[in-house]
C-alpha cells in the first residue's frame, strides 16, 4: 500500500470505458487507494462487491438520470461508505453511437444529435459535480477529473469540424471551471480538471485512428498511469485546471 491509500477511495464514474478499466487496474494494482466503487450504466456484474488484489471494487449501476445520480450519492453517503474520497473521475463521453457520426460541415448538423450530445457530454457530468458537492466537503483532499478533449478548446480550434462534440466538451469545460470557482468556496479540499488523455485506442476513437501515427496513439494502459501520475502531483490551487495527458496545459 502507498503512503496516498491509507483510508482513501476513489469514485470512477463511467466505469465500462476502456480508460476507467485501466484506471481501476492500476489503481488496484498499486494500491492508489484502499477502496474503489465504481458506477456504470452497463457493465456486467453490477451492484456487486469484488477482490482484487486485496482491495474492494463496488459496482454500482446508475443510468445516469438526475433522480439516479442523487440516489446514488446518497447511498455513498451512508456509514459503510465512510471512507474520504480521495479521487474522482467522470469518464463518461461519447463521440459516435448508432445514429450519431461527428459533422464534417454545417449541412450535417442535426438538431436532435447534438441536444444528446450536449446531454451526455455536458450534462450528465454537471448532474454528478452538482451532486457531489455534499459528499465532498468532507474530503479533506481529493482530486476529481473530468474526461474533456482537446477539441473543447475555444482557442486551440484551427480545423473545424465535430460541432456537437466540439461544442459539448466546450460547454463542459465552462461547467469545470465555474464550478471550480464555487467548490473553492464550499469544498475547498477539492481540485477539479478537465482532462485530455490524447488519443487513446477505445470504442470511441476506434473510426477516427487512420491517419494517427503509432507513437500517438495510446493504450487505456498508458494514459491511466499518465492520469494518476498527473492526480499525484497537481496544485490545489482553487481554480479549474485543464491538462492533457502529459500534465500540460491547454488553453481554455
Ligand atoms: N479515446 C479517445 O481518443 C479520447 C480522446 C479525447 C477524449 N476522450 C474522452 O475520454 C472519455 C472516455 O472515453 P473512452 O475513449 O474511454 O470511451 P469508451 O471506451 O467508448 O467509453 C464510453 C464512456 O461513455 C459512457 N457512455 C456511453 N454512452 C453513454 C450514454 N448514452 N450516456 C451516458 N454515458 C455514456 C460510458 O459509460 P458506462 O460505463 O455507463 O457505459 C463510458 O464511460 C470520454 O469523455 C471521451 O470524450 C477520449
Redesign the pocket.
Known amino acids: 500500500m502507498n503512503s496516498e491509500s491509507a483510508s482513501s477511495k476513489a469514485l470512477v464514474i ?7 478499466q485501466a484506471l481501476i487496474a492500476a489503481m488496484t494494482h498499486n494500491h492508489t487507494v484502499s477502496e474503489i466503487v465504481a458506477v ?4 456486467p456484474g453490477q451492484d456487486t462487491c469484488t477482490q482484487t488484489n486485496d482491495m474492494p471494487v463496488s459496482y454500482l449501476s446508475c443510468d ?1 438520470s438526475s433522480a439516479a445520480i442523487n440516489q446514488l450519492v446518497a447511498q455513498l453517503s451512508v456509514p459503510q461508505h465512510n471512507n474520504p474520497f480521495s479521487h474522482v473521475f467522470i ?5 459516435h ?1 448508432e445514429h450519431i457520426k461527428p459533422e464534417k460541415r454545417l449541412e450535417d448538423l442535426d438538431a436532435a444529435q447534438m441536444a444528446e450530445l450536449m446531454h ?2 455536458t450534462i ?1 457530468p454537471a448532474l454528478w459535480i452538482q451532486a457531489l458537492l455534499p459528499v465532498l466537503k468532507q474530503s479533506p483532499r481529493c482530486v476529481f477529473s473530468v ?4 477539441v473543447g478548446s475555444i482557442s486551440d480550434n484551427h480545423k473545424g469540424g465535430w460541432y456537437s462534440y466540439r461544442a459539448s ?1 466546450a460547454a463542459l469545460n465552462m461547467v469545470i471551471k465555474t464550478a471550480a470557482i464555487e467548490y473553492a468556496r464550499r469544498a475547498p479540499g477539492v481540485k477539479l480538471f478537465a482532462f ?5 485506442d ?4 476506434r473510426p477516427f485512428q487512420k491517419n494517427v501515427p503509432a507513437d500517438k496513439l495510446f493504450t ?1 494502459a498508458f494514459v491511466a498511469a499518465q492520469l494518476l501520475s498527473i492526480c499525484s502531483h497537481v496544485p490545489f490551487d482553487g481554480e479549474a485546471s485543464y491538462l492533457d495527458w502529459a500534465g500540460a496545459p491547454i488553453t481554455w
Not at 14 to 20: C, D, K, L, Y
Not at 196 to 200: E, F
Open positions: 463511467g466505469a465500462g470505458s476502456a480508460i476507467a456504470s450504466r452497463t457493465m445516469y469518464c463518461t463521453g461519447v463521440l453511437n451526455i457530454n450528465v474526461f474533456s478533449a482537446r466538451k485530455h488523455p490524447g488519443t487513446v477505445t470504442a470511441l476513437s487505456p
